[in-house]
């Protein structure tokens, strides 16, 4: 009977101790999913993605840059010689074209490469026994300018630029008492009393103001220094032009 009792007694703690168990195992489950719920909804929210409008609505500038600027300018100029030969004055007119760069998106530096061509006339005077010139030119300017804008959301800028440029005269002639003439050609006297040189190079400076599209500019520039280079030119420029 004893024995009998006995079994009872363990089975019914067998029992109890399956009960505990699978409530433990039940509980540890619960535990587990609710830990693995957590992390994954941490993790949704360590990768959510918000919209940068709704985090930041403060209005960023988007000025819209053109990558060609096609010009035209006025320049009078002064040619001048070496010894004692006065200057010559001309009026010079100037077709271009440039190609812009942004050197960087965050930046409004930009690297502006391109062609023109210019026709120079001189009516004479009486230093140069009343000669006549006319010029065709060929320049290749290369200019690095910075904008600094005047609106944040409008292509209006103010823009400082300097560079250098390659000139080239192609044609040159010159018209002296009732004679018509080569400047270039060899052995030949001209009112200058100097050999003329095609090429050469020389620096520009200048302000251009950006409205939209469109823009107006002032300008300096010259032939670097050189007394072996005949003649050196010194030019102010008014500019106009359109971007596309």
């Known amino acids: 009977k004893r024995s009998k009792t006995t079994g009872m007694r363990f089975r019914n703690v067998t029992s109890a101790l399956r009960l505990l168990v699978g409530a433990a195992f039940v509980a540890l489950s619960m535990q587990s999913a609710h830990a693995q719920y957590a992390g994954e909804d941490n993790a949704v929210g360590d990768w959510q993605?918000?919209?940068e409008e709704e985090a930041d609505s403060t209005q960023k500038p988007q000025h819209k840059e053109w990558k060609n600027l096609l010009y035209v300018r006025y320049s009078p100029s002064q040619y001048t010689f070496p010894g004692h030969t006065p200057p010559l004055d001309f009026q010079e007119a100037a077709i271009g074209w440039a190609r812009s760069i942004?050197?960087?998106?965050s930046i409004p530096l930009f690297v502006e490469a391109g062609a023109e061509m210019k026709c120079s006339f001189s009516g004479g005077d009486d230093a140069h026994?009343?000669?006549k010139y006319a010029l065709l030119s060929f320049r290749v300017p290369v200019n690095v300018t910075y904008k600094l804008y005047l609106s944040?959301?409008?292509?209006i800028a103010l823009a400082p630029q300097?560079?250098?440029?390659?000139r080239v005269i192609a044609l040159g002639k010159e018209k002296a008492g009732g004679e018509k003439g080569n400047i270039f050609k060899d052995g030949r006297d001209n009112q200058t009393g100097s050999d003329w040189e095609r090429c050469q190079?020389?620096?520009q400076v200048g302000l251009r103001l950006q409205l939209e599209r469109y823009f107006i500019g002032v300008s300096y520039g010259r032939d670097f220094p050189d007394k072996s280079k005949r003649p050196q030119i010194h030019e102010c420029g008014i500019t106009a032009g359109v971007c596309f």
Request: no cysteine; glycine share 14%; charged share 20%.
């Open 49 to 51: 993605l918000f919209d």
């Open 102 to 105: 942004q050197v960087a998106d």
């Open 129 to 131: 026994g009343n000669a």
């Open 152 to 155: 944040r959301t409008r292509n």
């Open 162 to 166: 300097a560079g250098v440029h390659f």
């Open 201 to 203: 190079l020389g620096w």
